[in-house]
């Protein structure tokens, strides 16, 4: 077990902040390299830790590679950063590779997109209440106005009852323990793909599932004069990404009245409760209930004695009977069946090494405040037509291996899992036909005989993005130096 | 005839100055397809043309090499003739570019052929679509998506009958009515021709090994001196073989320990160039080539090594790659690898070094590459202990291909083999539970 470096890795590493409810993003561009150091050095005393819980505000920070370029990290440095992260998400060879086309493709971002202003900085203001979270706010915009930054946007949040996303199913359920920073009786997961994984997978600088150390970025020793960074172990140069992590920010929207209307027409037969009818498929394109019960150890109903269930496995279910084979839960995190000619064991061996720990916060008004799929149904005809979705935060030590992994190859792939033409039916882009990968259909494996839905719209769609680096305070403090 | 798939890797080396030539050609011949029409072609899977360039094994210069490398089923010489008669001026203008190509203009095709047959490469062949054929692949897609149609229908209508053995009887009835598949009511089988030219040169190589056993159960009953001479011969033989193997590990082990060279990041315009190449939602390729690392006994074993994977190959499944292929060229001095697979190149590349007996496996075919990992015993160590160093030494390794040929564009190559199996099982005799595990293909 790994002794982590508690007082040197963002808080936000270990836990979501779930006690502090209240939270807004600022997308910032720096203007005045100089001055938004020094607003940054401040800002350095006051970034949570891993170290400790805070009960009333939390504060982060992060940067994209244009962001640091612009605060004047060296070239030298800032060459030893992943290519994915230098190029950034919109890049025109790595968006399409993304599934990031059409309505998704970065020229029509809010943020992020080409013909955006640059973002160079991500600060996360979590907070117990929305008071706290506006008195942090204003003292924040109060700091950033006379600190060379401007504002490219801000990000408003709005926690949303019973831990659900905005189709109104349980989210967070499946979050990955690391080790170091696991708790209680994560500790003793009895499944191996459930096991707490290695802390370099999640934090530069530890070991990571292969046993060695993902490659990390690293500063020359005369840019680091004051020696705020320390060396990297056996090497002649200093570790700057030690205690950092990479940060993936996606920002989607939800059309939740489209998922449920779809999700109700399209189960109109056989007869029978038309809202139950929905709920079903509606699960089955999660694989989990909306309680959150998953569909493996639960197929036939809602189970709220199984609402935080995550010890279940994919292998018992190898035909995607219960929860199908497309079905988001299983795109996004195979667990032990990495479909087709993979054994239970090499399954785990490579799910493992692509993990996400997500981080992300709801967005916008609940379309029914109870949440409940008879209520959205119900309140569809008035729904608040302001915007709605999720942030989508994730953190991982290397974002192809990782991140765009997940993202190309299972959630965005209409072959996944031998399937044909299937796009992950919640997230999925849609390239309808006549396009020769067409994706937009759903298969629901069942005995005798699957069924297949066909011409699913597209229910999210991608309206920002970007890669950001949450750096370790004394990687902080190197990037806040004067130079 | 056999439906085998193979390699067809044509190796030579191009003038000295007309390198840039090459590539430029096989870049138009990638925007033309009608100068070297691959897609005319009925026994080729998929198609790779690419300048190697000149690289450096220790004081020696490798040359800039043209590789053309098609993989194809049936015998090699249906093959070679039929991309002759198709395309055989787009070969022409570019093998013109090759050292040694025929002065006379215009070249025969009977002198193109010898070229090409003189210039093609022995390789260690992988296929995860075995005995497919291009017109199968496309017929068995038409078959599944009629027979899903059919399904979708009868869902509809709420006339599918019940139970597994009746919906699947229901859906030969159906097929049975279509004249356009009537191909598809003979099961696909595979033949002893396929058979045997898959593993002829296993047999080749254990006739002998049978025999040897077979003469020493009977030696204690026979009184022939003549068996006993080819017993203790056979047996020696083998002994001597296993101490030079050894000889030859040790040999090589030597050589593990003077390694130098790790490659580092490549530059990142570089990857990007190449990433950018590979963007096809399903089926990409990659072509990796370079020097060996030095050391009199590497060559040698890599080609045992190669030429025992060869044999093997037949008996593993790699879900995400439809071929893959290795081959020593310049005197065993360069290792190339061709590869045409699912999604892109460095997810791909990590996928083997997942599990620690893939990053084994992986240390005995790449370990010799120059700029891999250090490696001990062969397998060990190598990308198992530093995986980043493996990632950078095939971006080190990976070639910018100028001409690439996939007719399979939204097809994975499980989707290829569900096709296949759903043809297999249609009118084949099912049980009731093989009926049930049928209909989960669909």
Redesign the interface.
């Known amino acids: 077990m790994p002794d982590l470096e508690q007082d040197d890795i963002q808080g936000l590493v270990a836990r979501g902040y779930g006690k502090l409810p209240s939270a807004r993003f600022l997308l910032l561009q720096v203007d005045d390299a100089a001055l938004a150091r020094r607003y940054l050095q401040r800002l350095g005393t006051q970034i949570n830790t891993v170290r400790t819980s805070p009960s009333d505000f939390a504060l982060q920070v992060a940067f994209t590679s244009a962001g640091l370029r612009k605060l004047g990290v060296p070239d030298t440095a800032l060459?030893t950063f992943s290519?994915e992260f230098?190029?950034d998400m919109a890049d025109p060879?790595r968006a399409?590779?993304l599934g990031d086309h059409g309505d998704n493709a970065p020229d029509t971002w809010a943020w992020g997109g080409p013909h955006r202003p640059k973002v160079h900085a991500l600060v996360l203001l979590y907070a117990a209440d929305e008071p706290t979270l506006e008195r942090q706010f204003a003292a924040q915009l109060e700091v950033i106005a006379v600190s060379g930054l401007s504002i490219v946007a801000i990000k408003t949040t709005a926690a949303l009852p019973g831990n659900k996303e905005h189709f109104g199913f349980r989210d967070g359920i499946s979050a990955p323990t690391v080790e170091g920073l696991a708790r209680g009786n994560e500790q003793v997961a009895s499944e191996r793909w459930t096991h707490p994984f290695k802390s370099g997978e999640f934090v530069l600088g530890y070991r990571n599932e292969?046993?060695?150390?993902?490659?990390s970025p690293t500063a020359a020793p005369v840019d680091d004069p004051e020696r705020i960074l320390p060396d990297v172990p056996g090497g002649t140069r200093r570790d700057l990404g030690r205690n950092g992590t990479y940060l993936v920010y996606r920002e989607l929207t939800q059309d939740v009245v489209g998922f449920w209307t779809y999700l109700e027409n399209a189960s109109r037969?056989?007869a029978g409760d038309p809202v139950a009818r929905a709920v079903q498929l509606g699960a089955k394109m999660v694989g989990r209930w909306p309680g959150g019960a998953p569909l493996v150890t639960s197929p036939e109903r809602d189970d709220p004695s199984q609402s935080t269930e995550n010890k279940f496995s994919f292998w018992a279910d190898r035909?995607g009977a219960r929860c199908p084979l497309g079905s988001h839960i299983r795109r996004s995190n195979p667990r032990d069946q990495l479909?087709?000619?993979?054994s239970q064991a090499?399954s785990i061996?490579?799910v493992r090494?692509h993990q996400l720990l997500r981080r992300g916060r709801p967005f916008g008004p609940p379309v029914a405040p109870s949440m409940s799929p008879a209520d959205i149904l119900a309140a569809r005809d008035h729904a608040s037509p302001e915007a709605r979705g999720l942030h989508f935060i994730c953190l991982v030590g290397h974002i192809?291996?990782q991140f765009?992994?997940v993202q190309?190859?299972w959630v965005s792939?209409?072959?996944f899992?031998?399937l044909?033409k299937d796009g992950d039916p919640l997230i999925g882009a849609r390239r309808p036909a006549p396009d020769?990968?067409?994706n937009d259909e759903f298969t629901c494996?069942a005995?005798?005989?699957?069924?297949?839905y066909?011409g699913l719209p597209q229910f999210t769609r991608l309206i920002g993005g970007g890669y950001f680096f949450l750096p370790g305070i004394n990687a902080l403090r190197f990037i806040a130096r004067q130079p | 005839m056999h439906t085998v798939h193979a390699g067809y890797s044509v190796i030579a080396s191009l003038k000295p100055d007309r390198v840039e030539c090459a590539r430029a050609l096989l870049t138009q011949l990638r925007a033309d397809s009608t100068r070297l029409p691959f897609a005319q072609s009925l026994t080729t899977h998929f198609a790779t043309g690419v300048v190697l360039p000149a690289q450096r094994y220790g004081d020696a210069e490798l040359p800039a090499t043209l590789m053309l490398a098609t993989s194809f089923f049936g015998p090699a010489k249906a093959h070679l003739d039929e991309l002759i008669q198709v395309g055989g001026a787009g070969l022409r203008e570019l093998f013109e570019n090759c050292i040694g190509f025929p002065e006379q203009r215009p070249c025969s095709d009977e002198a193109l052929k010898r070229f090409l047959k003189s210039h093609r490469r022995a390789d260690t062949f992988y296929s995860g679509m075995q005995h497919v054929t291009h017109q199968e692949v496309r017929g068995e897609q038409v078959l599944?998506e009629s027979i899903?149609s059919f399904?979708?229908d009868q869902?509809?209508a709420?006339t599918?009958a019940?139970?597994?053995t009746a919906?699947w009887r229901q859906i030969q009835a159906f097929v049975m009515e279509r004249g356009d598949l009537s191909w598809a009511r003979t099961p696909w089988r595979r033949s002893f021709a396929d058979w045997l030219a898959l593993r002829w040169r296993l047999v080749v190589a254990a006739v002998p090994l049978v025999a040897l056993v077979l003469a020493s159960i009977a030696w204690p009953f026979s009184a022939s001196t003549t068996l006993t001479a080819s017993v203790e011969v056979g047996w020696i033989t083998i002994g001597i073989v296993i101490l030079l193997l050894g000889a030859l590990v040790l040999a090589v082990r030597t050589e593990e320990k003077r390694q130098r060279f790790v490659a580092g990041?490549q530059p990142?315009a570089r990857?990007?160039a190449i990433?950018?190449t590979q963007?096809q939602?399903?089926i990409n390729e990659m072509t990796i080539a370079g020097p060996l690392k030095e050391g009199r006994w590497r060559p040698l074993f890599l080609r045992i090594a190669l030429w025992i994977v060869a044999q093997y190959a037949p008996n593993i499944?790699i879900?995400t790659v439809a071929t893959a292929r290795w081959l020593t060229i310049d005197g065993g001095r360069r290792l190339v690898f061709l590869s045409n697979f699912?999604?892109?190149s460095?997810?791909y590349v990590?996928?083997f070094?997942?599990?620690?007996d893939g990053a084994k496996r992986i240390n005995l075919l790449f370990g010799f590459g120059r700029g891999y990992p250090v490696t001990e015993w062969i397998i060990s160590r190598g990308a198992l202990?530093?995986?980043?160093a493996f990632v950078n030494v095939v971006t080190l390794g990976q070639q910018l291909t100028e001409l690439w040929y996939c007719p399979y564009?939204?097809?994975?190559i499980?989707?290829i083999n569900?096709n296949r199996r759903i043809r297999q099982g249609l009118f084949a005799d099912l049980s009731e539970a093989q009926a049930?595990e049928w209909?989960?293909l669909?």
Do not use: C, W
């Open positions: 060459a290519r230098l190029e060879v399409p590779m292969y046993g060695t150390y993902t490659e037969e056989p035909d479909p087709v000619d993979h090499d061996d490579m090494k192809s291996r765009e992994l190309s190859a792939s209409a072959n899992a031998g044909f020769e990968n067409t494996q005995h005798p005989v699957r069924r297949k066909k | 599944r899903q399904v979708d869902q509809r709420g599918l019940t139970g597994p919906i990041r990142d990857v990007r990433a950018a963007n939602p399903v499944t879900p699912e999604k892109l460095e997810p990590r996928d070094i997942d599990i620690p202990t530093d995986p980043n564009r939204n097809l994975s499980d989707n569900i049930k209909l989960q669909l």
